[in-house]
């Protein structure tokens, strides 16, 4: 207690704050964010390789597929299908020539998924494609400069494993910039009955604008274990923790936990 009371008095201010917000960065990577510079670094390596392989999935869903990173090394480091939707077209036309190799596996959609079947604006960035976005809230981000737009269809995940038949599946991964929530509302149905054994979220500073947390993800997962990746790892976590629902970049795994 009196450590932490001169610690708190002392670099608070001045020069030792500076030194204060280089350690606390360095924290919070160490506890899982802010980690974006490759998916070693973000623990996307690590869950894949070691966690999804070792359960020999057969179906993955990657939503936000965007150039195909995600779904190369899903495809790469697994024997599972994929089906992968990219709303945008330059991104898509990246994302089939990048997973060429693996077009026996590999179903491409060039869609959105949101709440409804209807056709919504994408807002983008042609210099930073990766920032796509349905939202419109994320322009709010200093570092989000989506200026331009394009009308796209947009499904729901419930129509959509309902037209296929999907019975089962092991994991959805969401990259969506912002629409987190309208993919979870249309996506009911199949996360009550299909009940896939992973679904993953990138949690960042976009929820801030769209006034979500973690937890508020956490309870649309009921029977869902919470998960946290950090560099070369995972650990877990209790959605309800403040220090769990920071918005900075971070993936987290919601695991079925029968």
Excluded at 22 to 39: E, K, P, Q, V, W
Excluded at 101 to 111: D, F, G, Q, V
Excluded at 114 to 143: T, V
Aim: net charge positive; glycine share 4%; proline share 4%.
């Amino acid at each position: 207690m009196i450590i932490s009371r001169i610690y708190s008095n002392l670099f608070s201010r001045g020069v030792l704050a500076k030194i204060n917000n280089f350690i606390l960065t360095l924290s919070l990577r160490a506890r899982g964010y802010d980690n974006h510079l490759n998916s070693k670094d973000s623990g996307e390596s690590f869950f894949i390789k070691k966690i999804l392989a070792s359960t020999n999935p057969k179906l993955c869903i990657d939503i936000g597929a965007n150039i195909g990173l995600y779904t190369s090394e899903l495809l790469k480091n697994t024997n599972c299908n994929v089906i992968c939707f990219e709303p945008l077209p330059i991104a898509f036309e990246s994302l089939i020539q990048n997973t060429k190799k693996y077009s026996a596996r590999i179903s491409l959609e060039n869609k959105g998924i949101g709440k409804s079947l209807e056709n919504l604006a994408i807002h983008y960035d042609p210099k930073a494609h990766p920032h796509a976005s349905f939202s419109e809230d994320i322009k709010k981000i200093k570092y989000v400069s989506n200026k331009e737009n394009l009308i796209v269809p947009v499904i729901t995940l419930d129509s959509y494993c309902i037209e296929k038949n999907i019975k089962e599946i092991d994991l959805i991964k969401i990259d969506v910039e912002g629409f987190e929530t309208e993919v979870f509302e249309g996506a009911i149905k199949t996360f009550e009955n299909i009940r896939p054994k992973f679904i993953q979220i990138e949690f960042n500073s976009h929820q801030i604008f769209r006034n979500k947390s973690l937890n508020f993800f956490a309870e649309k997962l009921q029977g869902y274990d919470v998960y946290q990746l950090i560099p070369n790892g995972w650990i877990k976590r209790d959605p309800t923790d403040p220090l769990v629902n920071i918005y900075l970049f971070s993936n987290f795994i919601f695991v079925r936990n029968s």
